[in-house]
T-cell receptor, first 116, second 114 residues
């Protein structure tokens, strides 16, 4: 079936460390891929997206590249800050046929804790 | 635009009571999603609508759950009767309904059933 698999957390890093959160997907066809972030007590916010193979999404120092050959969309940041502490969700939108809407499927989320 | 608006933000109710959660999507969006988030099961898609029509309700856990979208600017998720295991944060999200555009989330409703 169609799914998203993320690395389990929590991921604990010191400030200015390099971050990688792995995400792989299984989908029929070619989905669009997203990373969302959820800060404590808030809803999910879009962090970045990529709509086709080899696209790189970037925002706030975070990057992710849509790799069709490895069905991956790993999130990276060169130097994390305490304010980046949050839960990060990888997601895909599966394009449906016949004019139907598109289903947004999430991974389980990865908690990132950055220590000063 | 004020974004996706959910109400109430917090709801505490007794087991067996009816609970209604409300959502106002972003104007112009034609897709609406209801999600449930718990520590145990993460973020689950309950149901989604396109142009006010339910497209996929396979995530609705039981007949106690029902969702409606009477018009493009309003949706409800109802639980009747509520049970303690329904305690969770319920999110509503809306989107333009294309594969290239993201969904925008509300702040969520934290439901506690005692």
């Amino acid at each position: 079936g169609n799914s998203v698999t993320q690395m389990e957390g929590p991921v604990t890093l010191s400030e200015e460390a390099f971050l990688t959160i792995n995400c792989t997907y299984t989908a029929t066809g070619y989905p669009s891929l997203f990373w969302y972030v959820q800060y404590p007590g808030e809803g999910l916010q879009l962090l970045l997206k990529a709509t086709k193979a080899d696209d790189k999404g970037s925002n706030k120092g975070f990057e992710a590249t849509y790799r069709k050959e490895t069905t991956s969309f790993h999130l990276e940041k060169g130097s994390v800050q305490v304010s980046d502490s949050a839960v990060y969700f990888c997601a895909l939108i599966l394009r449906m046929g016949g004019g139907a809407t598109n289903k947004l499927i999430f991974g389980t989320g990865t908690l990132l804790a950055v220590q000063p | 635009d004020a974004g996706v608006i959910q109400s109430p933000r917090h709801e505490v109710t007794e087991m067996g009571q009816e609970v209604t959660l409300r959502c106002k999507p972003i104007s112009g969006h034609n897709s609406l999603f209801w999600y449930r988030q718990t520590m145990m099961r993460g973020l689950e898609l309950l149901i989604y609508f396109n142009n006010n029509v339910p497209i996929d309700d396979s995530g609705m856990p039981e007949d106690r759950f029902s969702a409606k979208m009477p018009n493009a600017s309003f949706s409800t998720l109802k639980i009747q009767p509520s049970e303690p295991r329904d305690s969770a944060v319920y999110f509503c999200a809306s989107g333009e309904g294309t594969a290239n555009t993201e969904a925008f989330f509300g702040q969520g409703t934290r439901l506690t059933v005692v």
